[in-house]
């Protein structure tokens, strides 16, 4: 009987262990989400500041710069800015930050465990795994040596004699290309910040970041302006954008290294050897040092394809899609802990958010693009074909949302011989793209519409096949009743995406009102706009309340 209690006990023991282990790993994953959450709140306010700041600066400087300095400031100089981060370590981020690197799950015993007598980490243990991912961060810094030069010397040898007549040309391209190394010298702390969710190190940082830039972009600008209302070209021109930028990457740097030196062990953050029975003695994983290289390959063909609408856009630059997409996608590694219902549950809010939003673009602000652009450029502007070509892009901005999101998950969840394959089906898009622009644009002589629609067809059939693959990813192998992949089905659904029929009648009946309003009282003068605007406010009122 004794014998009998006692096993008794004991399963009631392992019982409760068992509970408490599954409570607290509900508690780990309610713990990861709402972190994410937060974080992702953080740095969705950070670059609605960051690039409503930026927009208003440009308004700004518009009025004391001539276009050609301009245009040289904030798209040749942006895109050699571009170029050298998103190809040095855009691939690298993304394997990165699939992986765990919390440093904080691991205190300095037990890293002291996963190490051999000669100071060399064990790849399998804890401390290893962490490693692995510590010494890898590095590798953009030296990649990131030859990016800068090359695209330096591309630059100032390979300029046009416009470019090289501005003043301060090569100064300002030398700092641009010195600001982008100096980004990449913190590669390191920032995989470190976003792994270990510390989002409010980022958020800081960015935000005074933008602060310092936009004051002295405002005041060179300011202090060039030629004397007296004499005729000629703003003194300092170019070279304010490029010294802000400087500082901007100073503001970073001193930033996340004095946070690090303050708050951290550096030890942890050293490269270390490494050391299983797979690879022997390592530097890098071949694991993930493969997935970074089949990135940075994804990030090269996706730079060509995403860069080609930026004369088209320069002073709007994906002004809502960089808000909304960018912190989510960087978020992603914390979400990718949920669970699978729950992450799909979430991937589906993202989604159906982004199409309401698109929805808001569609149904109201395709009627206010000329109102937009008379208010912020002038008549001269909003009288063109630029307010009809920026009613199309508010089309555009939704099929850039969900490309953003679908791509975002592919990226996170997919295999390495998945996103081999989607290398090549991207070679394939930019053909389609291609196809579609000399169809619109020399076939239709559509211009810049033409270009818009070319990148919608180019986006679209990359959401295909990234929606095609999530739904293989949730479906195949599940396992699980008939109930329960019936449910799945239903929620991967088009139909399930799709906001309520109420819902979709109201933004079309808003577009109605708002084209009329647009037609029939305008936007020419003071008082046509405060009409037109309010009209359109009433509309957004009453859709909200439906929606």
Same mark, same amino acid.
Request: hydrophobic fraction near 50%.
């Given at each position: ?288 040092? &493969? /997935? #970074?290289?089949?990135? %940075? ?6 730079? =060509?394809?995403?860069?080609?609408? !930026?004369? *088209? ?49 569609? &149904? /109201? #602000?395709?009627?206010? %693009? ?6 912020? =450029?002038?008549?001269?502007?909003? !009288?063109? *074909? ?162």
């Amino acid at each position: 009987m004794s014998r009998h209690v006692k096993e008794n006990s004991n399963e009631k023991d392992n019982e409760i262990i068992e509970n408490k282990s599954e409570s607290e790993s509900q508690g780990d994953v309610s713990k990861i989400l709402s972190s994410s959450v937060a974080g992702a709140s953080s740095l969705v306010m950070l670059q609605l500041i960051s690039r409503l700041a930026t927009f208003v600066l440009h308004q700004i400087v518009l009025r004391y710069t001539d276009p050609a300095t301009f245009g040289i400031a904030s798209v040749q100089l942006e895109l050699l800015l571009a170029t050298i981060l998103f190809l040095s370590r855009e691939g690298f981020r993304c394997a990165l930050l699939r992986g765990s690197g919390d440093v904080s799950e691991v205190d300095h015993d037990e890293n002291l465990q996963g190490k051999s007598k000669d100071s060399i980490i064990f790849g399998n243990s804890p401390a290893g795994s962490i490693q692995k991912i510590t010494n890898l961060s590095y590798v953009p810094i030296p990649i990131g040596i030859i990016t800068t030069f090359l695209a330096c010397v591309f630059y100032i040898f390979y300029a046009t004699e416009e470019s090289l007549a501005t003043p301060y040309y090569v100064t300002s391209v030398v700092l641009y290309g010195l600001a982008a190394f100096g980004e990449l010298i913190i590669e390191p702390l920032y995989i470190a910040t976003m792994n270990n969710l510390i989002f409010t190190l980022r958020v800081r940082c960015e935000m005074v970041g933008v602060v310092v830039r936009c004051v002295i972009t405002l005041t060179m600008t300011l202090m060039g302006i030629p004397k007296n209302n004499e005729k000629g070209k703003n003194a300092y021109g170019i070279l304010a954008f490029a010294v802000a930028q400087f500082a901007f990457m100073l503001v970073l740097l001193i930033g996340y290294v004095g946070y690090f030196i303050s708050n951290w062990d550096i030890q942890l953050l050293k490269p270390r050897k490494l050391k299983d029975e797979r690879q022997g003695v390592f530097w890098f994983d071949e694991h993930l040092f &493969g /997935l #970074a290289k089949t990135f %940075t390959k994804q990030s090269l063909l996706k730079h =060509v394809l995403t860069e080609g609408d !930026k004369m *088209l856009i320069a002073w709007l630059r994906s002004l809502i899609v960089r808000i909304f997409f960018q912190p989510l996608e960087e978020t992603g590694p914390a979400a990718r802990k949920i669970v699978l219902t729950t992450s799909l549950q979430v991937l589906l809010v993202l989604m159906k958010f982004h199409l309401l939003l698109g929805l808001l673009f569609i &149904g /109201l #602000a395709t009627n206010y %693009t000329g109102t937009l652009i008379d208010l912020f =450029v002038g008549p001269v502007w909003s !009288k063109s *074909l630029a307010p009809f070509a920026l009613s199309i892009y508010c089309i555009y901005v939704p099929i850039m949302g969900i490309n953003g999101i679908t791509e975002a998950f592919v990226a996170a969840v997919a295999t390495e011989e998945t996103l081999s394959v989607l290398n090549y089906w991207l070679i394939a898009f930019s053909a389609g793209f291609v196809g579609a622009g000399i169809i619109f644009m020399k076939g239709l002589s559509a211009g810049a519409v033409g270009l818009i629609a070319a990148n919608m067809f180019n986006l679209s059939t990359r959401i295909v096949w990234s929606w095609n693959f999530i739904k293989s990813y949730f479906l195949k192998d599940r396992g699980g009743n008939k109930q329960e992949m019936d449910e799945l089905k239903r929620m991967l659904s088009v139909s399930n995406l799709l906001p309520k029929p109420l819902v979709l009648i109201s933004f079309g009946l808003a577009w109605i009102i708002t084209y009329f309003s647009n037609q029939f009282i305008g936007w020419e003068t003071l008082d046509a706009k405060i009409k037109h605007i309010a009209i359109g406010g009433v509309c957004a009122i009453l859709v909200a309340g439906i929606t």
